[in-house]
């Protein structure tokens, strides 16, 4: 007998969400296809094209119903990561955007009366006399645990991950008996509004001059000036790419940080450094993880960053350090995102979120186990 349960998909049309709703309505559940209306920055938190995602849910045989999330979208998204640019911080867009398409998911299948709510993540999910685990796909170049980091157990509980355990050669391999043909969704980070190719004219457009003044260019070890430049908004941490390009060896400096009272963006020369130690705020644990000692785990920057062995220690008010194993190159920005997950060599749990408040190195002398954040 078949299933008699409904379900409400996140639904784009593309190759992941249409392997999705087909396996679901293999295992007899009643599917509706529900795209979100998201802008039209071109992003990958848009729909870019919701004729197809109708086109091939009629060819699927199932019902597609549109959220407009436009103002929404501006209000969450775009606002806090516009004052977050103009500060020099880091916003993390695919973090905040699932957890706002898939709680609006969950309200509307609640209003229609839908059992659960499903999408196209390739992330799996596991359940235990604890409650409901996340854990990461099949393959680890493919994993998108890391995008559903801040969802919680009243949504988990009700989420259907229908090609979580695959391996993309299989989701290909069905996407092609489905007969049906369909568009590769392309990189991620080429489409991401974080870039800064994509946001600064969003910036220019929509906050005043005013708000978004020109300041100097400061080597922090010497103090002096290097130029100016036209807006913290341009810069990210890393190499100084282009404002002093005018200047010898310019490409020998990189931005290490911003001083938004005073407009300034500091940099250093010939720059290496490498942080094990990294502050967190908004410390979100799974309810349970025991917080009662230091939690030993492994770390993840980004959705395709490699994971790295850490040690958690917990402080009051959702503050923690983590101790990483080896030190990380490169830079970290304040607000950035970091997910940790248990040590198991297969099927990594997804354990904890938080987001940095600032990066260093550990003092050689002093006792890890002993160092709790104030």
């Known amino acids: 007998m078949k299933n008699e349960k409904s379900v409400l998909l996140a639904f784009t049309g593309g190759k992941k969400s249409t392997v999705a709703a087909y396996l679901l309505l293999k295992q007899g559940f009643k599917v509706t296809g529900c795209s979100f209306l998201m802008g039209d920055l071109g992003s990958t938190c848009t729909l870019n094209d919701l004729g197809n995602a109708r086109k091939i849910s009629t060819l699927l045989g199932i019902p597609h119903t549109t959220v407009d999330l436009r103002a929404e979208y501006s209000e969450k998204i775009i606002q806090p990561l516009i004052g977050a640019r103009l500060s020099g911080e880091e916003f993390n867009t695919c973090y905040d955007c699932n957890i706002l398409k898939l709680e609006t998911l969950l309200k509307k299948a609640n209003e229609k009366k839908f059992d659960f709510v499903a999408t196209g993540h390739m992330a799996s999910l596991a359940k235990d ?87 100097l260019i400061i080597n922090e070890e010497t103090g002096l000036s290097l130029g100016q430049h036209n807006g913290i908004y341009n810069f990210k941490l890393g190499p100084l790419k282009h404002e002093l390009s005018q200047l010898e060896n ?78 990380i190159e490169g830079h970290i920005e304040k607000g950035r995102l970091v997910v940790f997950y248990d040590l198991e060599a297969s099927g990594q749990r997804l354990i904890a979120a938080g987001f940095v408040i600032k990066v260093g190195q550990f003092i050689k002398n002093q006792k890890e186990e002993g160092y709790f954040l104030n």
């Open 129 to 215: 006399p604890d409650g409901f685990k996340l854990l990461q796909g099949k393959e680890e170049d493919y994993d998108q645990s890391f995008f559903l980091s801040g969802l919680r157990e009243n949504l988990l509980e009700r989420l259907i991950l229908p090609i979580g355990k695959l391996s993309k050669k299989e989701i290909d391999k069905i996407a092609e008996s489905i007969g049906i043909e369909l568009e590769e969704v392309k990189n991620p980070r080429e489409l991401c509004i974080r870039d800064l190719s994509k946001i600064i004219p969003v910036i220019e457009k929509e906050v005043p001059l005013s708000l978004r003044k020109p300041g």
């Open 250 to 327: 310019s490409n020998n400096f990189f931005v290490v940080g911003f001083d938004p009272y005073k407009n300034n963006v500091l940099v250093k020369e010939n720059l290496h450094f490498g942080q094990d130690r990294i502050e967190l705020k908004m410390f979100n644990s799974f309810l349970d993880i025991d917080l009662t000692g230091p939690l030993n785990c492994r770390l993840a920057m980004g959705p395709k960053e490699a994971k790295i062995a850490c040690t958690v220690f917990l402080g009051n008010n959702g503050h923690a350090v983590a101790k990483t194993e080896k030190p």
